[in-house]
């Protein structure tokens, strides 16, 4: 081989860790990447127990099915990162049914909906809440497919954190836990949550109401316990934006309760994201008005 022959890429994650730092690293995130890359999935990583990207990374819009891209984020973070997995474009979505604040396994019971977990794909989340695995039925598109189902029921199509990934539950770690087989080989989504998840206007219709992405269960959990990591950017623009739309009410009222709802969270946002994320709802609402939106 000649000196300027290049060394054909190794397409063994671990063993690329290995390659790159000359220690071998021992690490079950590295391994289940590995392997979710292999199933068909691209990869990225959070601050370890938590859900949140890493200061400077843009967290799945980083996913990446590169073996090299994501040794090099490995070394650059930590070997032990929690791990996510993009699900855009690969036909495959999750049911998350909550558990620790709204019940979403009585709100199914409640709604006639049933799930026999022995016959599914999915994980035990660290507040014994789940996250179901299935593929999204031929001619049923991803992003017409509605979010919030239910009171502590919702349909992810952009992004979810699996295990072995851990998370802080009172100052304790708890783990993310794997059932089934592999993700890639999920069963269909049954028919009623297809019929439950498609319920959202379209251009053309008649109806005009805008959906929701949070149901007026999750907005009082809200005001009672704060703004959820992971979900703070989100959740302050919708429920500032729902006000916002009610007419003729004072924006700075609007403004101080955002403020004392962050304040109840477990990590508040800084104010100076806060006041960017209102401005934002605001301006939205006042072009949404002036169309003749509300």
């Given at each position: ?132 695995y299935f593929k999204i039925p031929d001619g049923v598109r991803a992003d017409e497919l509605k979010h919030n189902l239910m009171a502590g029921v919702e349909l992810l199509t952009d992004k979810v954190t699996v295990a072995p990934s851990i998370k802080l539950v009172d100052g304790i770690e708890a783990e993310y836990k794997h059932f089934g087989g592999d993700i890639s080989e999920c069963s269909v989504m049954p028919d009623w949550l297809v019929k439950m998840a498609s319920n959202v206007p379209k251009s053309g219709d008649k109806q005009k ?86």
């Amino acid at each position: 081989m000649s000196e300027d022959t290049k060394k054909p890429l190794n397409t063994n994650l671990q063993a690329n860790v290995q390659e790159v730092s000359n220690n071998f690293i021992s690490s079950d995130f590295i391994i289940k990447s590995h392997e979710l890359i292999e199933q068909g999935f691209k990869v990225y990583l959070l601050a370890q127990g938590t859900n949140t990207p890493y200061k400077g990374s843009r967290g799945h819009l980083d996913a990446t099915n590169n073996v090299r891209q994501l040794t090099e984020m490995f070394l650059k973070y930590k070997t032990n990162s929690n791990i996510g997995i993009s699900l855009v474009d690969t036909g495959v979505a999750v049911l998350d049914i909550d558990k620790h604040s709204t019940n979403g396994f009585q709100s199914l019971i409640q709604s006639g909906h049933t799930l026999n977990l022995d016959n599914e794909v999915w994980e035990m989340t660290p507040r014994s809440g789940v996250h179901i695995y299935f593929k999204i039925p031929d001619g049923v598109r991803a992003d017409e497919l509605k979010h919030n189902l239910m009171a502590g029921v919702e349909l992810l199509t952009d992004k979810v954190t699996v295990a072995p990934s851990i998370k802080l539950v009172d100052g304790i770690e708890a783990e993310y836990k794997h059932f089934g087989g592999d993700i890639s080989e999920c069963s269909v989504m049954p028919d009623w949550l297809v019929k439950m998840a498609s319920n959202v206007p379209k251009s053309g219709d008649k109806q005009k109401k805008r959906v929701p992405r949070y149901s007026i269960d999750q907005r009082i959990n809200m005001m009672i316990n704060g703004f959820d990591v992971g979900e703070r950017n989100n959740q302050i623009m919708s429920f500032a934006g729902w006000l916002l739309s009610i007419r003729n009410i004072d924006p700075n009222l609007v403004y101080e309760l955002v403020q004392k709802i962050n304040s109840y969270s477990a990590v508040p946002l800084p104010d100076k994201e806060v006041n960017t994320i209102f401005r934002s709802a605001y301006n939205r609402e006042v072009k949404r008005a002036s169309m003749g939106g509300r």
